[in-house]
Every structure is written in C-alpha cells, then in structure tokens.
C-alpha cells in the first residue's frame, strides 16, 4: 500500500507525551487561578458564523481568519476569545449575572506566516469581567492580583505586571493636538530603550510634529521613579485636559487598591509608555514581563475596554481582562529552559509482574488505586528487564514487583526509580 | 450602528455557565479516570493536512469533514481522535514506549445535517492502548475496567458493558460461505429486538440465503443465557472454523480477566450480534448501556484493531481502544434528567461587603482562598440585598458578610445561602 507521509503541518503545536504533561500542569495551574477568584468556566464553539466573527476584524487579522464555506454555511474559526465572548454576552444577557466573570482556556486560530515560535493553532487562557451598564475601577485592580498570583504558581522567576492607562495617553495627545498622530508616535517612543533618545527626538520631529511639542513628549516618556514619584511627577505636569485627569485618577485608584489587596511593591510598575495595540483598550492597561527574561515580550497582556459587544447589542457592556497566549509562551519557555515540573509522568506507580497471578497483581494496584495514585500494570509477556526498562522510560517514579514469592507471602516490593532502593512491604 | 445578530449556530453546543460547569464536571471526572489508569495526554492538532485526515475516510464520513484551503495548504479539521493518533504514533514512533496508552479528550468536527441531539463539533474522550508488533489480550480486559470505573464514578445509574468478538461472528459468516454479505447480514440480525424474529428470517431468504444457513443464524443469535453458558453453547456449536475458534478463545480470555480483575458480573454482558460498524475492529468489540435507558443507544464504544496506523507506516501496530461521545451524550442526560451535580457554582464563597475597607475584605478572603476555597470579592456599589441575589442566581453555597462592625470586631458572618443560617466567626 502507498504510504502517507504522517506529518504534522508547521506552526501546529504536537507534543511529545513528557512535553503534553508539562504543558497541561501549566494549563492546570492557570485554570486552577483562575477558578480561585471564582471566574465561571466558558466554552463557546471552535466554529462560527463568519458574519459574527468578521463583524469587528479588519486589516491584518481579517486575512488571518481561517474562512470556509460548507453547504450554504460561511463559517469562520474563532481568532481569538474575545469576539466569541463579545457574542455570548450579547446573545445570552438576560441570563447571565453580572458582573459576569469567566474564563476560557481554548485555541484560536490564525492562519499567520509559520515562524519560530509563531503559531497557528495556539491557545489563549482569558479572564474578563463584563459588568452590565458599569463596572467599578476596583475590578481593574483584581485582575493585576490574578496575574500575581498565576505567575507567583507558576515559578518562571521573578516577574513585574506593567500597568497604565489609555486616557493619560490620549489626554496627552488631546492637549497636544496630536490625536490623529497617535499610533505613529507610539511606535515610535515604544522604540526608546532600543534606538535612543536622539533618535527618538529626530523620528518625531520627522513626522512635523513642532519642537515644544516633541518636548513635551519626551518629558512625559521621561517621567522616572518608584510608582508613588511617577504619579506625583503626573500631577506636576499640570496639564489642563479632562482625559489626562481622568486617566490619572483611574491610575491612582488602580495602584491604591493593588496596594490594598496585597501586591508587593516591586511586583508591579507604573509603565507610562504602555498603549497596547488594540484599538478597544479604554483606560487601564497590563502587560507582563519576566524580570529576567524581558526579551520574551509580555506574557500576559490585557486592560479595560468601554463596551465589549457594540457590534451585536445596544447594551453597553464595560469590561475588563487579561489573557495568556499559552502555546507560544510555552515554546518561549522551553527555548529559555524555564519549565520546571514536579512530574514528568501520569502514572505514580508501573506494577511489574513476574507471575500469572493477576488476581494478585491487580489487587496490589487497586489498593494504590484506592489511595489516589496513579497505576498502570505492565501487561505484555516481557522480561523484567524490559519492563523496568518501560518504567524508566515514561519516567515512572516508582515501580512494585510482584512475583511468585510476593503472591505467596501477601507482599509487594516497591523500588523507587531515581535512587534504585527498594523495600518489601505486606499488603 | 448596524448589529449584527450575535446567532450561534445550530448544531453546535454552547451552554450557559451553570451547564458548562455540570459539562467539566463529567469531563474531569472522565479524564481523572483515565489518569489513574496511568494513560497519558495527548494533544494533536484540530487543523491537519488533508492528505492525513483524508488518507483512510471514504463514504458518508468524508463528505461530512470540513475541508478548506488557505494560501497553498490542503487542510481539513479532524473528525475523530483515532486518525491523529495513528499519524501521531506512525510519526512519532522511534520516541514513544510501547504499549503506547494515551488518552485524548477534545473536539472532533463532522459537517453532519443538524438535528436533536446531533452535533458537528463534538468532544470524544478516548482511550487506546498501542502496542509495537503484538498486544497482549489482557489489555482487551482492562479497558471494561477503565469503563466500568469511569461510569461507576459518574453515577448516571446501572449500566451493562456489552462485549464480543468479531472473529466469533466473521468466522461464523465464512463457515457459511457468507462473508461477502457479512455486513448486510449483520444489519438484519440487530433488528431482532424490533422486528422480531420472522421477519429476520424472512429478510434473510431474501437476501437470498439458504434455508439451513438462515437457520445457523438464528441458531446463532438465539444463544442466550449467563455469560457463561453463551461460552459453553458457543462451544457447543462444534464449529470448525479457524478464525471462530480464535475468536471464541479470545472472548474466553477476556471474560477471564474481566472477572480477575474483579468486575462485579452483572456489569457485563457477552452480546453476539454486537459487531460496530467500523471496519477496522477485528477482535474484541464494546459496547456500553445505560440499563434503564437503553434508548439512548452506546454511551462508550470501541474495541480491537489489528493495525492502527496501516496508511502511515509499515510498522505493525495492534490496538485497543474506547470512546466516549461526551456532548452527545450530555445532550442526552440534560434530556432524561439524568445529571447529578455536587455543586453548580466555581465560586465556594461570595464575599459581600457593606464597607469601605478593602484591605479587610481582602484579607477574609484571602484566608478563605488558602483554605482552598474559590472566593469572589463582590466589588460593586450595590445594595447589600442586590449581593445576595447575585450570589443566589450563581448558586453559591455560601456569602461571608462584612460591614463596618465586623471590621471593627475582627470578625466576619458566614451565611449559608440554603438554610440561611449564618454565625459570626473571628478571623
């Protein structure tokens, strides 16, 4: 028979089993977190209506979405978790508590250019809180501790959640009369710590942006110190601009209330060049970085949106979340060898058999069983070499040998694996 | 602005917060019994290379299969978990250990024409047991233990494992020279319990059968009686076939191990006119009952195969396997009310407050938290009687109160939110 070469397509993540059980017990933890806080659990479907997915995307995403046609059907895979929640609330608001806090561990699918690390397959964990007409500022501070103490679980080291807030930034260019310039001039002050200030000063003034202008820029982006010093250092620029105000107060509440829930100080920063990309960021906004490893970018990035589903209802619905892209950040990791596991095995115990007597055998697992362990028995006809052999190589942390003299005496030996020690024990 | 109609679309499960935590409820469960028979995860792509998922599907299955191109690639989502595993295993076969058990818990798409109860994108959770070459027949014994374990733990009520061979029946059809209508056969023979037993018959000559041929069928399948007066009589029939006498002796072995590894008997049933459609089984098959809702149909089906990954490697690959067609199933349960739940809310504890002072009801909370407990902080300005109706609608057990007088006291106020009890505590 002609065979088919059994590939996997590139930018799809396919583990190994050893890799699967580290990237589930991450999975697990940030569930686990998540739930801690109490978010309800969400799984809307892989496919939908393209008119529903496609009601907000546009430019590059849009070329990204995997679109078909099946009958009559235009179907869409979902590109992120967000527009499918945007639906969900629209659709099912009368039955829905809010605030509605949930969250949803999937994959999303985005058909970018293969590159390393890039995927087109990968999985978000979200967490947003939708509130019905409003939603307390307090809100956006639980969500830095949720990161906190994710991150805190999760043991990658040492880390900081960066945090802002859009209007500080639109009431700078507000007062500047730069609005229409703004994503340009972001990009630009976004590159300081790569390209310098000159540079910076040179690309600005490039764009025609005035020279007091461009100096107010810098100022701003120049404001240094411990948090407590960057806010103070804001009120001092004495800027007469209602969203600049507005965006300082949020800030001020936002810290106040990190403080008040408990957040050690060096665990988070006041980041005033922070915008994120996304259009629908309203007022507060997160990225995460790890201390040590800040090359890898934000690992857990979010902020506070005004309405999360104009495009399907007239209800006005404030939100605000956080999401963690899982697949690339556990490339990310592996590439830097930061997953450290407890466990790199499912099964606890492999019993290894050299007697017929599975009545025995399967009594000795079962008692294990019963006392939460994981058991596998090793079945095949195979010398007890090759068995231990099998344990070793799924990394098995103990085995229990069963043979004829164990039967015979109601006893089991257990050996564990790493240091070969090992001791017979009465049933 | 215009809206869009947030619609999802039909056949496609989404459920509402307090039904999808019922949902995770029955798929951990699944899952935790699937671990603690030491299977390990896998997670293979939802997108493959159409070659791959197209290199074994033929009929009603492949018309059914979303299939798309985006840039150059040929792609189609998969539409069961057992066509992954075998590029997965036939891939990956120099890094596995052999016998390779893997679970598999996710969404599998099938564009079928919607109706109740139907879906086309659907959680299977699987289990299969791979061996390299050969596979010892115990394997065949232990998955009815894995179900029986699954089932007993998700309490849906009694139920029957229905077991069979396939050797018993093909060997059956080629004594008979019948073999060529085996499949059309079989489609008669399942009617029995509808049709009765005349029409079978009937239906049999029809198809042009023998009298006495039609006769050892019926004889066949008239054989009734305890499992182990369905071997006896089996053996009974003298058959001097090969290929029966190796089915025979393997359904032998399988009940053999079932009851060394201490399945109580009323829990399985050898049933001969059990074939599964699929073609690839080739000795032990399963099927699964719910004794007072048989209606239902198979709630876990599987069996044995002799080779796994044929259209991907040369290497032989026996296996065993079963599968579990949770969202149909759920759908099934919701309809006969069958689903027991210990707990329909995330949240263990609702934290409402009547005060300012945030760092208190942080710190209750976080003291609930480190005894495990899931806890929302209620974040809102709303009126204290607003709280416990949202606490209500979300099911959670119990709200712990706090207002100034607790704050001053170092005290907070269990409420039992079923009984409506409630106690002061010191923190």
């Known amino acids: ?28 933890k940030i569930q686990n977190t998540y739930e801690k806080f109490g978010f309800l659990p969400l799984n809307t479907p892989i496919i939908e209506d393209s008119k529903v997915i496609l009601a907000k995307a546009g430019g590059e995403t849009e070329k990204q979405i995997y679109r078909f046609s099946k009958g009559e059907n235009d179907l869409s895979l979902r590109f992120d978790l967000t527009v ?23 994959k999303v699918f985005r058909g970018e250019k293969p590159q390393k690390g890039r995927y087109r397959e990968l999985y978000q964990c979200d967490i947003d809180i939708i509130g019905d007409g409003e939603l307390s500022i307090i809100n956006d501070a639980e969500l830095p501790i949720v990161i906190y103490e994710t991150f805190k679980e999760l043991r990658f080291g040492e880390f900081t959640i960066y945090i802002n807030n859009r209007k500080i930034l639109n009431g700078l260019f507000e007062q500047l009369e730069l609005s229409n310039m703004a994503p340009d001039i972001l990009r630009i002050i976004d590159k300081i710590e790569k390209i310098g200030k000159e540079k910076v000063i040179k690309e600005l003034t490039d764009l025609g942006i005035e020279k007091e202008k461009v100096s107010n ?16 250092k804001l009120k001092e620029l004495n800027f007469k601009n209602e969203v600049f105000a507005k965006g300082l107060e949020e800030l001020e509440e936002v810290v106040k209330y990190i403080r008040i829930f408990g957040m050690p100080e060096n665990n988070f920063k006041i980041e005033l060049t922070i915008a994120r990309g996304l259009d629908y960021y309203t007022g507060t906004v997160y990225e995460t970085f790890l201390d040590e490893y800040k090359s890898l970018g934000s690992i857990c990035s979010g902020g506070r949106y005004e309405n999360l589903a104009e495009y399907y209802t ?6 605000v979340g956080i999401s963690i892209g899982l697949t690339r950040l556990f490339y990310q990791l592996n590439e ?13 115990i492999l019993v290894v058999s050299m007697t017929e007597d599975f009545k025995y055998v399967s009594k000795v ?63």
């Open 1 to 28: 028979m002609n065979k088919v070469e059994p590939r996997t397509l590139p930018g799809f993540m396919e583990l190994l089993p050893q890799e699967q059980i580290l990237f589930n017990q991450i999975k697990d």
């Open 84 to 106: 499918p929640l945007a639906k969900y609330v629209a659709k099912n608001y009368g039955s829905l508590a809010f605030p509605f806090r949930r969250y949803q561990i999937g």
């Open 217 to 232: 820029i810098i100022n701003f982006i120049e404001i240094e110190g411990t948090n407590d010093e960057k806010l103070k």
């Open 314 to 319: 007239d209800k006005k619905l404030p939100g």
């Open 336 to 348: 830097v060898n930061l997953i450290k596991s407890e466990k790199k095995s499912i099964a606890d």
């Open 365 to 427: 697992a079962n008692k294990f069983r019963q006392e939460g362990k994981k058991v596998q028995i090793y079945f095949e006809n195979k010398k007890i070499k090759n068995q231990f052999k099998y344990a070793d190589k799924l990394q098995i942390p103990y085995t229990v040998v069963i043979g004829d003299d164990e039967v015979k005496s109601n006893t089991y030996t257990i050996k564990n694996m790493e240091t070969g020690e090992q001791e017979t024990k009465s049933i």
